[in-house]
């Protein structure tokens, strides 16, 4: 189920919030908390109710592996429940996310004819999967208590951060899952979670969706008619994907955020205006916060982190940033990503010298390499993503930009079409290109503004405040006719 549909905003999320807070009538939370697990199984199985198996055992396997750890006296004992724990699950996202990866690589390196099975990726699976391996490394740190099956059921599937993050740790939530004053319905931050959830819809729907149009209809034909395509319109193009995946991320994470807090609970922040980043190093502390944090923690600090010397340090800065691009997808263009931002993040941490200068000057060459390294990640083979590069820094006009703005056809701007093209069809391109200049102009503005809890706080409750709420919220509502998934739940 998706945040951004009609039987989400009308159904499920009335229905759930009616029985998360009825069901705290009752002095025993248990009936609250099975409320809460079956509504996130619902949201999770709606549209693959097998998935649901994979799931569950997941849970009830993990919190095995967390009983273990209780019967063991040992370390040898628990190294080897966390060994065995640690192989289940990332054996799991293995097969349902790199098998046929890897198969394909064997039959192309090694020669082999190996079968390619047919397998479905389930939704969340990177997410749910990292966030149970946090709680069993922490388990066999002791630095995590053997929860009730109930709590930790909760824990892992609670369904605002389920399929696309934040990547919760089990400090952050069971703690405010057993707090008395959150089994009530607190007002402000009720209204302020309703407000940031709207405002996260918008982002999502009135933007994010807007710039997808535009860029999938490059990256559908670059495949078939590359030679079309000239610098302008790849330099538009991707700037407009930059943008896409700013604010479908930012917009999904205000989402999850605003919908706990509407139950009570207070996600850890995982998107903080990436694109004012004055280093790539400062970009991931700001983009994908909590996937840097346990890349950190579980990867980075065990490796030996910065306390081995500087060569061990960029070695392992370099090992965090390959993991990172394997865990966004199977695919080269994924691996290629991730080696070209831990290389830059080696580089920062050899020369300094690269970290200093004009704020702004360092904020725009970090978006500007952000934004280049995307045509690999939207690319969906490192060829395709040759291609573009080659196009884009060849000299030309081709026209192609003139039917690249045709595609920006809207409801918002159907009448407009209509007439012009009945009355002045001399008129219609320049209208296009002239709703592609502004579509940009607001995506820029956007990015460089406030963020979106910093203007709830301070005019979220003024008579505009709400206004601008209501109007975002009907308009989005209205645009919801072409519903979307987020692009991270890919990943």
């Given at each position: 189920?998706?945040?951004?549909?009609?039987?989400?905003?009308?159904l499920?999320?009335?229905l759930?919030?009616?029985?998360?807070?009825g069901?705290?009538r009752?002095?025993d939370?248990?009936?609250a908390?099975?409320?809460?697990v079956?509504?996130s199984l619902w949201?999770y199985?709606?549209?693959n109710?097998?998935?649901?198996?994979?799931?569950?055992?997941s849970?009830l396997?993990?919190?095995?592996?967390?009983?273990l750890?209780?019967?063991?006296?040992?370390?040898?004992?628990?190294?080897?429940?966390l060994g065995?724990?640690?192989?289940?699950?990332?054996?799991?996202l293995f097969?349902?996310?790199?098998?046929?990866?890897?198969?394909n690589?064997?039959?192309?390196?090694?020669?082999?004819?190996?079968?390619?099975?047919?397998?479905?990726?389930p939704?969340g699976?990177?997410?749910?999967?990292f966030q149970?391996?946090?709680?069993?490394?922490?388990?066999y740190?002791e630095?995590?208590?053997?929860?009730?099956?109930?709590?930790?059921?909760?824990f892992?599937t609670?369904?605002?951060?389920?399929?696309?993050?934040?990547?919760?740790?089990?400090?952050?939530?069971i703690?405010?899952?057993r707090?008395?004053?959150?089994r009530?319905?607190?007002?402000?931050?009720f209204?302020?979670?309703?407000?940031?959830?709207?405002?996260?819809?918008?982002?999502?729907?009135?933007?994010?969706?807007?710039?997808?149009?535009m860029?999938n209809?490059?990256?559908?034909?670059?495949?078939?008619?590359p030679?079309y395509?000239?610098?302008?319109?790849?330099?538009?193009?991707?700037?407009?994907y930059m943008l896409?995946?700013?604010f479908?991320?930012?917009?999904y994470?205000?989402m999850?955020?605003?919908?706990?807090?509407?139950?009570?609970?207070?996600?850890?922040?995982?998107?903080?205006?990436?694109?004012?980043?004055e280093?790539?190093q400062?970009?991931?502390?700001?983009?994908?916060?909590?996937?840097?944090?346990?890349l950190?923690?579980?990867?980075?600090?065990?490796?030996?982190?910065?306390?081995?010397?500087?060569?061990?340090q960029c070695?392992?800065?370099?090992?965090v940033?390959i993991?990172?691009g394997?865990w966004?997808g199977a695919?080269?263009?994924?691996?290629?990503?991730?080696?070209?931002h831990?290389?830059?993040?080696?580089?920062?941490?050899?020369?300094?010298?690269l970290q200093?200068?004009?704020?702004h000057?360092?904020?725009?060459?970090?978006?500007?390499?952000?934004?280049?390294?995307?045509?690999?990640?939207?690319?969906?083979?490192?060829?395709?993503?040759?291609?573009y590069?080659r196009r884009?820094?060849?000299?030309?006009?081709?026209?192609?930009l003139?039917?690249?703005?045709t595609?920006l056809?809207?409801?918002?701007?159907?009448?407009?079409?209509?007439l012009?093209?009945?009355?002045?069809?001399?008129?219609?391109?320049?209208?296009?290109?002239?709703?592609?200049?502004?579509l940009?102009?607001?995506?820029?503005?956007?990015i460089?503004g406030?963020?979106a809890?910093?203007?709830?706080r301070?005019?979220?409750?003024?008579?505009?405040?709400?206004?601008?709420?209501?109007?975002?919220?009907?308009?989005?509502?209205?645009?919801?006719?072409?519903?979307s998934?987020?692009?991270y739940?890919n990943?």
């Amino acid at each position: 189920m998706l945040f951004n549909s009609v039987i989400f905003i009308l159904l499920f999320l009335p229905l759930s919030l009616i029985g998360w807070y009825g069901l705290q009538r009752f002095t025993d939370p248990r009936y609250a908390r099975l409320f809460l697990v079956g509504m996130s199984l619902w949201f999770y199985g709606y549209y693959n109710p097998w998935y649901l198996a994979l799931l569950g055992g997941s849970v009830l396997c993990n919190q095995c592996f967390s009983k273990l750890f209780t019967c063991c006296s040992t370390r040898t004992g628990r190294r080897w429940v966390l060994g065995t724990g640690l192989v289940f699950n990332l054996g799991l996202l293995f097969y349902f996310k790199y098998f046929n990866f890897f198969i394909n690589n064997c039959n192309f390196f090694l020669h082999t004819d190996l079968q390619v099975e047919k397998i479905a990726l389930p939704l969340g699976i990177s997410f749910f999967t990292f966030q149970q391996v946090s709680f069993l490394v922490d388990r066999y740190r002791e630095d995590a208590p053997c929860y009730g099956f109930l709590e930790y059921a909760c824990f892992v599937t609670y369904f605002p951060q389920l399929v696309a993050g934040p990547i919760v740790l089990h400090s952050e939530f069971i703690p405010q899952l057993r707090e008395r004053k959150n089994r009530t319905p607190y007002a402000e931050q009720f209204f302020d979670g309703a407000a940031l959830f709207i405002l996260g819809l918008g982002k999502k729907v009135l933007l994010a969706d807007v710039l997808a149009i535009m860029v999938n209809t490059v990256f559908d034909d670059i495949a078939i008619i590359p030679y079309y395509l000239d610098a302008p319109t790849g330099i538009l193009a991707i700037l407009f994907y930059m943008l896409e995946l700013y604010f479908d991320f930012s917009g999904y994470c205000d989402m999850a955020r605003g919908i706990a807090a509407m139950f009570g609970f207070i996600l850890p922040v995982n998107f903080h205006s990436p694109l004012k980043a004055e280093s790539v190093q400062d970009f991931w502390r700001r983009w994908h916060i909590t996937l840097s944090r346990f890349l950190t923690t579980y990867i980075y600090i065990p490796l030996g982190g910065n306390r081995k010397g500087k060569f061990f340090q960029c070695l392992n800065l370099f090992i965090v940033f390959i993991a990172s691009g394997f865990w966004h997808g199977a695919n080269w263009t994924f691996v290629v990503f991730g080696i070209l931002h831990g290389t830059a993040i080696v580089l920062e941490a050899l020369f300094p010298i690269l970290q200093k200068g004009p704020r702004h000057l360092k904020q725009f060459i970090t978006m500007l390499f952000f934004m280049m390294t995307l045509i690999l990640f939207r690319s969906d083979s490192l060829t395709t993503a040759f291609i573009y590069f080659r196009r884009m820094f060849t000299v030309g006009w081709s026209g192609y930009l003139t039917r690249f703005a045709t595609h920006l056809q809207i409801p918002e701007n159907y009448a407009v079409i209509k007439l012009l093209q009945l009355r002045f069809p001399q008129y219609l391109t320049p209208f296009y290109l002239i709703c592609m200049g502004i579509l940009l102009f607001v995506a820029l503005l956007f990015i460089r503004g406030r963020e979106a809890e910093e203007w709830i706080r301070e005019k979220a409750c003024t008579l505009r405040g709400i206004l601008c709420l209501a109007t975002v919220f009907t308009w989005s509502f209205i645009s919801l006719s072409q519903v979307s998934t987020f692009l991270y739940f890919n990943f």
